[in-house]
């Protein structure tokens, strides 16, 4: 059974700062990773998707890599602004499980200003 | 991306009722959807598939008498609540699967009473 885990679990910086969270899972047999954020109260936004064959992608300030056979993938974050603040969430596409999603608990970012 | 909402982003109700919700595709025809339960400070829970014009397909763990899933047009999937229980409380989110991506909607947070 796929298991997404995510650390730190709360994290908070002040503004400008670059920041890195990570995201470990336990069966490296992915088909895909995503990084997504969540306001509060609020339905999720994809940030960026990593297929198995990927190491990384950018999308402006964020940078994800990916790392399959160690499990790991990470979200950089460059130059963090108040704006930022959110959950953001990690998961998994398990390889043959036709887009179902494995979810990490969430990493609750405050970017102070 | 695709556009889904949800209907209603807020409901109370009383112990021993039933709540729909419901999950639309707004500017895609969803053959697919999911439908997820987040507890506080939880992950996103996948609790069944929706396929239009066919049964839910549960996890396990997840009562298919308790949460009705009815998905029968390309646009509309519902989620009942049966005899809602105060352990039913939580943030339902549906989405829908466009190539490899999955767009969720903005969520129902649920009070039972």
């Known amino acids: 059974k796929q298991e997404v885990t995510q650390i730190p679990a709360a994290l908070s910086v002040p503004e400008g700062e670059n920041l890195v969270l990570n995201c470990s899972f336990t069966?490296?047999?992915?088909?895909?990773l995503q990084w997504f954020r969540q306001d509060p109260g609020k339905g999720l936004t994809s940030l960026l998707l990593i297929q198995s064959s990927q190491r990384e992608q950018t999308s402006g300030r964020l940078n994800a890599s990916l790392d399959k056979s160690s499990g790991r993938s990470t979200l950089y974050i460059a130059a963090s602004q108040p704006g930022d603040s959110a959950t953001y969430l990690c998961?998994?596409?398990?390889?043959?499980?036709?887009?179902?999603?494995?979810f990490g608990k969430g990493t609750l970012l405050t970017v102070n200003p | 991306g695709a556009v889904v909402s949800q209907h209603p982003s807020w409901v109370i109700c009383k112990s021993g009722t039933s709540v729909k919700i419901e999950c639309r595709s707004l500017d895609f025809q969803a053959t697919t959807m999911f439908w997820y339960r987040q507890f506080p400070k939880q992950s996103l829970m996948l609790m069944a598939t929706s396929n239009e014009g066919s049964k839910a397909t549960y996890e396990q763990g997840v009562e298919k008498d308790k949460f009705l899933i009815n998905h029968a047009s390309l646009t509309l999937s519902t989620l009942t609540v049966t005899s809602a229980h105060p352990e039913d409380s939580s943030f339902y989110i549906c989405?829908?699967?466009?190539?490899?991506?999955?767009?969720f909607g903005p969520g129902t947070r649920l009070l039972v009473l």
């Open positions: 998961a998994v596409q398990s390889g043959g499980s036709n887009y179902k999603l494995t």
């Open positions: 989405s829908e699967a466009s190539g490899e991506t999955q767009y």
């Open positions: 069966d490296s047999a992915i088909y895909n």
